[in-house]
């Protein structure tokens, strides 16, 4: 079963609650500060740091194959990625155990008051993805990142165009020459904790749409802050992502050369024969609200930075509310071109 946190006074299970910010007691309604916690399994945690223990819960999708580890006093009995009812309960042991944890600052109620008011100005949103049954469906996860420290040793070449003044007699206007130049930029760049999702479930550009989180707010991970919430397991190491982060720092470190150039040398073609040593990565959990609707044969996704508040969707689009709107409108428009086709006449 998952870790207990118990309440000092009574004995009953401590929830973390982002509302309040504290580990509440739903029995006595105690309310004590996480720091003020004393983690019961803190010393075997201290012997194990890279992996979860043996006590903790996995709930695994016998439809989409999602795997999400479970909290203190929570079960799943529908899966956030498919809708699906087809849940397998185990214990999970081994894989990587975050280093950091940024804690929920949205709790139930603002997830909610939030979602409502991304649904409010889409009238053509369908009635059952913002009905009672589809809010209850929100999600407080986790979500798993490697967050890298990526240095660069850039060596570019770059070709740009430059334009310079030819003279030309005194009664007529310069002439304008263009040409081709090369020219080699170095340098020592230095990228740190750039976020790259290690969940196989959620999509990368839904995420980041979401960010950025503040690694400020980051605790050292305590499973006191998993009590009532959900996480996504690790799906990738850090070692199988150095592609994917290799990829974005290329950009970056382009961009950057790029930049350094103005309107008057405009960089046509570069070169890169920088180096990119292997990073370090640490490995986290961020906190989201997420949300599934299925219509048709198409998933759309709902998700909410759960410490920022940040909204982003997919946006479902009812065929019978487009449907009205246009036997309206044309109620509206056929009658009055009718009048003014009258009045012509």
Known sequence: MA??????????????????????????????QPEDIDDPNAERADRALDEWGDETEIYSCGSCGAEVIVGQDLSATFCAFCGSPAIISSHYTGGTKPGAIIPFNYGWEEAEKEFKKWCA?????????????????????????WLYDHPVDINMIVKKY???????????????????????KRGL??????????????????????EPFNYAQAKPFEMKYMAGFFAQRCAFSRQELIGKIRERIKCY?????????NDENIPVNVEDYSLYPIPNAEFVLFPVWFLTYTQGKRKYVFLLNGQTGSVAG??????????LFAIGLAAVILPALYFLGGLLL
Do not use: H
């Open 121 to 145: 100005k889409k009238i053509f949103l369908p009635g059952k993805f913002k009905s009672r049954a589809s809010i209850e469906k929100l999600t407080p996860m986790y979500v798993p990142f």
């Open 162 to 184: 430059t334009i310079r003044d030819v003279p030309t007699l005194a009664e007529e206007p310069d002439l304008q020459e263009m040409g081709i130049i090369e020219c080699r």
């Open 314 to 323: 997919d946006i479902p689009i009812s065929p019978v509310r487009v449907g």
């Open 189 to 210: 760049l230095n990228w740190e904790k750039v976020p790259i999702v290690a969940s196989k479930d959620m999509d990368d550009m839904a995420i980041e749409m979401i």
């Open 253 to 261: 470190a382009k961009d950057a050369v790029m930049e350094s150039f």
């Open 3 to 32: 870790i207990s946190i118990k309440c000092p006074n009574c004995a009953a299970n401590l929830l973390f609650d982002p509302d309040v910010k504290k580990m509440v007691c739903r029995f006595c309604g105690s309310e004590i």
